[in-house]
């Protein structure tokens, strides 16, 4: 069974910004998305890998983790 996509709201709120800005974002392509003609989703797994690959650490913290 597929898992639901998330709409621009939800995305919105895990990232704690705008619908507007999720969707002016996703139509740069940042965060991955699924264009259904207007109506844009999001595949929650590529959201997690997005947050993953633009995480940010201080200093210290690379060190530490990896």
Do not use: C, W, Y
Request: a positive charge; zero cysteines; proline letters at 3%.
């Amino acid at each position: 069974m597929a898992k639901a996509l998330l709409t621009a709201a939800q995305v919105a709120k895990i990232f704690q910004v705008s619908k507007s800005h999720i969707n002016i974002m996703a139509k740069k392509g940042k965060p991955p998305s699924v264009q259904f003609g207007r109506v844009i989703r999001f595949d929650e797994e590529e959201i997690v890998a997005f947050i993953r690959a633009h995480k940010t650490f201080t200093t210290g913290e690379r060190s530490r983790h990896g």
